[in-house]
């Protein structure tokens, strides 16, 4: 067990992690897409609901 958690260690150490900068600027991508898909499926419905009410 201690053997594994010491390789465990080791990997860690060899992991490239994001910068600040590089993760606001990711973090702000994903709000952004997220947000522009919730109202481009927010418009889909709105519209979808609309026709079918229009029958």
């Known amino acids: 067990m201690i053997k594994f958690f010491k390789s465990v260690g080791h990997e860690m ?3 490239h992690w994001p910068s600040f900068k590089e993760n606001r600027r990711d973090t702000s991508i994903v709000v952004t897409f997220s947000i522009l898909f919730g109202l481009y499926l927010g418009g889909i419905d709105y519209l ?3 026709l079918i009410g229009m029958l």
């Open 48 to 50: 979808l609901s609309w």
């Open 13 to 15: 150490k060899l992991v």
